[in-house]
Nanobody, 117 residues
Framework: QVQFAESGGGMVQPGGSLRLSCAASGIIFRIYNMGWYRQAPGKQRELVAS???????NYIDSVKGRFTISRDNAKNTVFLQMNTLKPEDAAVYYC???????????WGQGTQVTVIS
């Protein structure tokens, strides 16, 4: 049974930082490309950052230079360091695999990120 457990969200002011963690179980973590996704109210879920099995990374333009994705294969965990947060970054953040076909395992509960003055 595949499970993702996200944590580390919270409420910060603009310009603040948060570090998200996602512990995966039930998969051979090291072989998967992993992604951090977010969904804001009234919007579709979007891929924010991904890290391949070789640890190469990709980001959407709006978070480049502010967010850093990393992974620890020994702990089956993927991280998202978020700096210089903006109100538009507010969303529920999820992790899941990242595949060319867009297939996903069941989503976890996510972790809420709130950015408010």
């Amino acid at each position: 049974q595949v499970q993702f457990a996200e944590s580390g969200g919270g409420m910060v002011q603009p310009g603040g930082s948060l570090r998200l963690s996602c512990a995966a179980s039930g998969i051979i973590f090291r072989i998967y490309n992993m992604g951090w996704y977010r969904q804001a109210p009234g919007k579709q879920r979007e891929l924010v950052a991904s890290i391949n099995s070789d640890s190469s990374t990709n980001y959407i333009d709006s978070v480049k230079g502010r967010f850093t994705i990393s992974r620890d294969n020994a702990k089956n965990t993927v991280f998202l360091q978020m700096n210089t947060l903006k109100p538009e970054d507010a969303a529920v953040y999820y992790c899941n695999v990242q595949t060319l076909r867009g297939n996903y395992y069941p989503w976890g509960q996510g972790t809420q990120v709130t950015v408010i003055s």
